[in-house]
């Protein structure tokens, strides 16, 4: 998101936004009529449809060396990432390995790239050119949610973005590298229902509406970060938590658009639609919706974020995927393109301030086991965290097993078995719960997978059982994740990769500050999203 110094957010903020007026600027004149739907289809960055990629943050403590990091996305099969800034290391090391790199400029460096010519050339030759073609840098996404997170900075944004395409365009690459500007959803107002969503007035004349041309004259995407998550918080219950996760609702319940009658089954897809409608209200054309940021934190304030949780943030994500992926329905305005997106984030970020939520975003811990698994099997080979094939060993039920047998299977194990059980040893992670059952179910799937999940390897005279339910706890990752992840308990290290411009250059706002600027959340928490159906 904008970079900023980080706030933290407390209750009282959130009931004061919801007070806020809900007209802060005024509604185009709806005196004429609409012209037809956009045309642009999903965004083509050389390849064959829609797609899911990740971002990768800075704010950490202990980074991945870079050569670390593309192995990994590779080992999980990631063809698409989105920097925030710069890192020569990792771009380097990406070189040769066909995944794609959406580049960020932080919002601190626009000043300098939109005031010179020079500086914006000197720029794309140190990270473009300098490791073209060997690396695949598809897009240049200038500043982070500029126009509400970094008003200051807004005059330059436009320049900076066409100082930096004329030195693409000056090195043959502005057909191969696409320039635009991540937008936070405030930019959007009254987006529920979509149809009657519009760009914030005050920014549309001197600032969106110049960057949406250069957009359509370019073939280059809308970025925008949606966050559903931040709806379904803000809304006070009016937002059904399956709607916001892509679970089917009941007829009763699904959202329709009054003015067009059309049938939304996800939030996502509604914030989509409203930005084509916005963009409609301005008469642009062509210029499909690229998702810069998308995700749901994994954990948070119990009291204060009770849906931020490893449940509803593997719900969120594995559906995502399977949205984009496997079903490329589009959106009910545009079903002829489906959005790519890129999940928010890879590995989670210690070093992020503001609520409890903000460091828990990954879907990997810094030392690159998994947070939770996917259910994305069958989505293109995307990501090898998910469920697919994925088995362990734990313990048989209490009512099929008696204690000393388990006792003497987990004294198999740890013994001639040969099982690796220094993880359930006083004071390692897997030692709590301290009991039989538990430690058993550690050795007997250390034992599991040391043998490849082969056949017969998970009984121990009946005291173990096969699941495909990952018995990882807390910071106890089973051996069965860790084989997954293709690392152990052993990897310290706690991040992704450094940025040349410095450690966190710029800084990232949390993304609480999606709800901050004119607050297009009235009509949520006044009235109902949408018309029931029914």
């Excluded at 099969?77 to 380097?92: C, Q, S």
């Excluded at 007829?251 to 089954?265: C, F, G, I, W």
């Excluded at 943030?313 to 992926?325: E, F, G, M, P």
Aim: with cysteine.
């Amino acid at each position: 998101m904008g970079r900023g110094n980080p706030t933290h957010p407390r209750c009282p903020l959130l009931l004061l936004l919801l007070l806020l007026p809900c007209s802060p600027s005024p509604r185009p004149s709806a005196s004429a009529a609409p012209p037809p739907p956009p045309a642009g289809g999903a965004v083509d960055d050389g390849g064959t449809g829609p797609y899911v990629g990740v971002n990768i943050g800075t704010d950490v403590s202990n980074p991945l060396p870079p050569a670390d990091v593309v192995a990994f996305l590779r080992l999980q099969r990631i063809a698409h990432v989105r920097l925030f800034e710069p890192d020569a290391g990792l771009l380097a090391a990406l070189a040769g390995t066909g995944i794609r790199v959406c580049l960020g400029v932080p919002n601190n460096q626009l000043l300098a790239l939109g005031a010179s010519n020079a500086t914006a050339a000197a720029w794309v030759a140190r990270y473009v050119l300098a490791f073209h073609p060997g690396t695949l840098v598809s897009l240049l996404s200038v500043g982070d949610e500029v126009l509400t997170s970094a008003p200051n900075a807004a005059p330059m944004l436009l320049p900076a973005i066409l100082n930096l395409h004329a030195a693409l365009a000056a090195a043959g690459l502005e057909g191969e590298v696409k320039v635009s500007t991540p937008h936070s959803f405030a930019v959007v107002l009254d987006p529920f229902p979509p149809s009657q969503a519009y760009f914030n007035q005050t920014l549309v004349g001197t600032y969106l509406l110049p960057v949406l041309r250069f957009l359509s004259d370019t073939g280059a995407p809308l970025m925008l970060n949606l966050y559903p998550y931040y709806v379904l918080m803000l809304s006070r219950g009016v937002v059904p938590l399956d709607n916001a996760l892509f679970r089917p609702l009941p007829p009763a319940k699904e959202e329709v658009d009054p003015n067009t009658l059309l049938h939304y089954t996800n939030v996502l897809d509604a914030m989509v639609d409203a930005a084509y409608f916005s963009m409609r209200n301005l008469n642009v054309t062509g210029v499909p919706v690229l998702v810069t940021e998308t995700g749901w934190p994994h954990g948070g304030d119990p009291r204060r974020e009770p849906h931020a949780t490893r449940d509803n943030a593997d719900a969120y994500n594995s559906n995502l995927i399977r949205h984009v992926l496997l079903e490329r329905a589009g959106t009910p305005l545009r079903p002829e393109a489906t959005p790519s997106v890129y999940i928010y984030e890879l590995f989670d970020e210690d070093l992020r301030g503001g609520p409890a939520s903000e460091a828990q975003w990954g879907l990997f811990y810094g030392n690159t086991t998994p947070v939770y698994l996917l259910h994305v099997a069958g989505s293109e080979g995307f990501l090898a965290n998910d469920t697919a094939n994925r088995t362990y060993c734990v313990a048989a039920p209490a009512g099929e097993v008696d204690g000393r047998a388990l006792q003497a299977a987990l004294d198999w194990a740890c013994g001639p078995g040969r099982a690796d059980c220094s993880g359930i040893q006083p004071g390692e992670a897997c030692y709590e719960p301290n009991t039989v059952r538990s430690h058993a179910s550690y050795a007997f799937d250390s034992y599991y997978q040391r043998l490849d999940r082969a056949p017969g390897s998970c009984y121990f005279q009946g005291a173990a059982m096969v699941t495909t339910t990952d018995p990882s706890h807390g910071s106890c990752i089973f051996p069965g994740r860790q084989a997954a992840s293709g690392t152990g308990n052993e990897a310290s290290t706690n991040g992704t990769v450094t940025s040349d411009g410095g450690h966190g250059a710029g800084r990232r706002l949390p993304r609480i500050t999606q709800l901050l600027g004119p607050l297009a959340w009235c009509l949520v928490a006044t009235g109902g999203l949408f018309v029931a159906r029914g």
